[in-house]
């Protein structure tokens, strides 16, 4: 990130790499003081207005990100590096990743967690009624088996980080264009 950026543009940068939608409130404590969505929630700074160079953070300082209060995600962020503005370059960008973003609405890190741990086995119990279908000649629950497979294979590959796909999407926010959000909203 810039440091001219403003606390919108971090929110707007962690929602793209995170493949999220922005469909809930957040709010940043930094310094301990909070910043963030003013929709329902009352916050002093406008934060399209506050830039991060505002903050003087430090290299290791850490802040906290917090999104959809219902699920009750709590990142810890941490400043890693300041380096110096290149010009030419686009802004944000995504420098690397482990494993994706929880799904959207899966009601927060325990709910994310114990879903993670069942989905294996709700896969190969899928599989084999799918099997049994098939045999069956049963095309509308074939049908039906296809379609929980499909809903399923988001979760059976959250081990991959797609930082070609981050990056595009940042790029598209760096440039300006905002369709990335109307586009999650609308369809």
């Known amino acids: 990130m810039r440091s001219d950026s403003t606390i919108a543009d971090l929110h707007y940068t962690l929602q793209l790499a995170m493949g999220w939608t922005d469909s809930h ?4 404590n930094i310094h301990g003081k909070d910043h963030g969505h003013s929709g329902g929630m009352t916050f002093a700074d406008d934060p399209h207005a506050v830039r991060l160079a505002a903050f003087q953070f430090r290299v290791r300082e850490r802040f906290r990100y917090e999104y959809d209060f219902h699920d009750d995600w709590q990142h810890d962020l941490r400043i890693e590096r300041i380096l110096p503005v290149e010009s030419g370059r686009l802004s944000p960008v995504c420098t690397g990743g482990k494993r994706a973003a929880p799904p959207e609405d899966c009601g927060g890190p325990q709910a994310f967690c114990a879903q993670l741990r069942a989905v294996p086995g709700e896969a190969h119990d899928r599989r084999a009624q ?13 049908q039906d088996q296809l379609d929980a497979l499909e809903d399923l294979q ?15 999407r940042l790029a598209q926010y760096a440039r300006g264009d905002r369709t990335w959000f109307f586009a999650e909203h609308l369809g």
């Open 25 to 28: 409130l957040h709010c940043f």
């Open 130 to 142: 799918l099997v049994e279908d098939i045999r069956a000649g049963d095309l509308d629950a074939v």
């Open 154 to 168: 988001d979760w059976l590959t959250l081990d991959r980080f797609d930082r070609r796909a981050a990056n595009a």
